[in-house]
C-alpha cells in the first residue's frame, strides 16, 4: 500500500508564508501524478493542483493564483506546495493525493488512488 504523507502546516498570520511537503512511500515520484487539494470546514473540497513528470504543473484554483507555487523535486522524491501572502480564507485542511500513472492530470478527488491525512493550515492573528 502506498502511503501518502503531508507535513507543512500550522498557524500563520494573514500575509505569512508556509510551504506544505507530501511524499510517497513507495517507488519514485517520477511515476506518480500529484495533486493538491484544501478543504475548510463546511466547504466542499477544492482542488489546487496536479502536476506529473510529463506535465506542466495544472493550477485548478483562481483564488490562489499568484500567491500558490506547485513545485516537484524528483531527488528527494517530494512535491512542495509554497503558500504566500496567505488569507484568512486559505485556512483549511490540506490534503496531497497521488495516482499511478503519467502523462495525465486532474481536479477530482476521487480519481486519486492514494490520499493523505491531511494537513491542518490556520490563518490568523
Known amino acids: 500500500q502506498v502511503q501518502v504523507v503531508e507535513s507543512g502546516g500550522g498557524l500563520v498570520q494573514p500575509g505569512g508564508s508556509l510551504r506544505l511537503s507530501c511524499s510517497v512511500s513507495?517507488?519514485?515520484?517520477?511515476?506518480?501524478?500529484m495533486g493538491w487539494f484544501r478543504q475548510a470546514p463546511g466547504k466542499e473540497r477544492e482542488a489546487i493542483s496536479c502536476?506529473?513528470?510529463?506535465?506542466?504543473?495544472?493550477d485548478y484554483l483562481d483564488s490562489v493564483k499568484g500567491r500558490f507555487t506547485t513545485s516537484r523535486d524528483a531527488a528527494k522524491n517530494m512535491i512542495y506546495l509554497q503558500m504566500n501572502s496567505l488569507k484568512p480564507d486559505d485556512a483549511a485542511v490540506y490534503y496531497c493525493?497521488?495516482?499511478?500513472?503519467?502523462?495525465?492530470?486532474?481536479?477530482?478527488?476521487?480519481?486519486?488512488?492514494?490520499r493523505g491525512q491531511g494537513t491542518q493550515v490556520t490563518v490568523s492573528s
Open positions: 513507495r517507488g519514485t515520484l517520477d511515476d506518480y501524478v
Open positions: 502536476s506529473s513528470s510529463s506535465t506542466r504543473v495544472l
Open positions: 493525493a497521488a495516482k499511478r500513472v503519467v502523462g495525465v492530470c486532474s481536479g477530482s478527488w476521487r480519481w486519486y488512488t492514494f
